[in-house]
């Protein structure tokens, strides 16, 4: 028998290797240890390397690095989740007194920010359509400090005029901060577009397997990238490793997964247009779209992995079609290799009034899809098999 180390407790070294692995190692460390304390010292005054997981790893670090590639971002930082990224964009920058000004179809937790939690810390809200920049410029007030939108609305993808709404900021000397997780930098890449600030939820498209939940956020003036730094940390908002490592994975087919999910959108929002039962479908790239001609423009002629469609038949209609498509998870999410259909009127919609659902263009026969990479002609056959159930055909 091999003789035991002097504790079970104390860590052996890691073996060396001459190769080195071709895998992204993943590192749960919580701690580094440090040589002594002058190395520890030098670290903190601005050295290289890592003290306490909180405030870095080395997962984090290269998944963020992958995301600035894409949105030609510079020290972007990985959060726990979309929403630890937003929050660390409003808390390490506004303070009590300051306005915030949202687009009105944000995501629903966004909103709730917005609307009870901001507040509640003295930062004033209010919110205006982002389809109309001379709305969001009649929104502003002289404490206005940033505004916050998505290029997609969700779930009625509208589109945002973003060209408008970076001029109307620029103007007036606001912080634009852009979520694009819908649109995914392949759509919009709101850095090249005026904006200082974007935020993702990785969880959704860039990670792409509905197993980690994480955020990104990214600032173009550095001073405010490190107050949001600042933020995540002292907050507590970072990201576990494994996440990380996960999500680092998921990134490396985000193109094909992309390209993939998008061409099977298109193909899809074509088929159940033509279904009867179908009253309509709101896909960018379809000439029926709303704001058409914006989209073309903004997102270069994609139209993105995301559409919606409304049933004539109502909530029966909506019940028949879900149990008739098991294999296409019925799930409030978005950007799963899967696709997967949201009910807004009985889900992220649910809180508001019919009358209030009915402004947006919500009824009970309205569905988002977040179309996956299935195989096409599968998918298809699938929900368009399902439509005809769902109005007993
Ligand atoms: C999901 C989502 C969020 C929140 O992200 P989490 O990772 O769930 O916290 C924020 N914005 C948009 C547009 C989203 O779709």
Request: charge should be negative; include cysteine; glycine fraction near 10%.
């Amino acid at each position: 028998m091999a003789k035991p180390p002097s504790s079970l407790v104390r860590r052996t070294a890691w073996p060396d290797s001459t190769s080195r692995p071709v895998v992204t190692p993943l590192q749960p460390s919580v701690v580094y240890a440090s040589p002594d304390p002058d190395a520890l010292d030098a670290q903190y005054a601005g050295g290289t390397g890592f003290t306490y997981a909180r405030e870095g790893h080395p997962n984090a670090v290269v998944l963020a690095q992958k995301i600035d590639m894409l949105e030609a971002a510079t020290g972007g930082i990985i959060t726990g989740s979309g929403m630890s990224a937003i929050s660390a964009a409003l808390l390490g920058i506004l303070k009590a007194g300051d306005h915030v000004l949202g687009a009105d179809q944000l995501y629903g937790r966004s909103l709730r920010l917005l609307s009870q939690d901001l507040p509640r810390l003295g930062i004033e809200t209010s919110t205006a359509d982002p389809t109309d920049a001379a709305a969001m410029k009649a929104a502003l007030r002289p404490n206005t400090r940033m505004i916050l939108v998505e290029v997609m609305s969700n779930p009625t993808i509208r589109v945002a005029d973003m060209e408008g709404i970076a001029e109307v900021a620029r103007a007036a000397g606001v912080l634009l901060a852009v979520d694009n997780t819908f649109t995914t930098p392949r759509l919009y890449r709101p850095f090249d577009h005026g904006a200082d600030i974007v935020i993702h939820s990785v969880t959704k498209l860039l990670a792409g397997h509905s197993d980690a939940t994480l955020g990104y956020v990214a600032a173009r003036d550095p001073d405010l990238a490190r107050a949001i730094n600042d933020a995540n940390v002292t907050w507590g908002l970072t990201p576990s490793p494994f996440d990380c490592w996960l999500a680092e994975r998921g990134l490396h087919s985000f193109d094909l997964r992309f390209e993939r999910a998008q061409a099977n959108a298109a193909a899809l929002a074509d088929a159940l247009a033509a279904c009867k039962g179908v009253r309509r479908v709101i896909y960018p790239t379809r000439h029926d779209h709303p704001d058409h001609n914006r989209a073309m423009g903004l997102l270069g002629g994609q139209g993105g992995n995301m559409l919606s469609f409304e049933l004539t038949g109502g909530r029966a209609a909506a019940n028949a079609l879900t149990r008739a498509a098991p294999e296409v998870a019925f799930a409030p999410t978005l950007g799963d290799v899967g696709t997967t259909l949201s009910h807004p009127a009985s889900s992220s919609h649910r809180g508001l009034t019919p009358e209030g659902r009915a402004a947006l263009g919500i009824s009970e026969g309205f569905f988002r899809v977040s179309v996956g990479i299935e195989e096409p002609g599968l998918l298809i056959e699938e929900l368009t098999r399902a439509v005809a159930a769902s109005t007993g055909g």
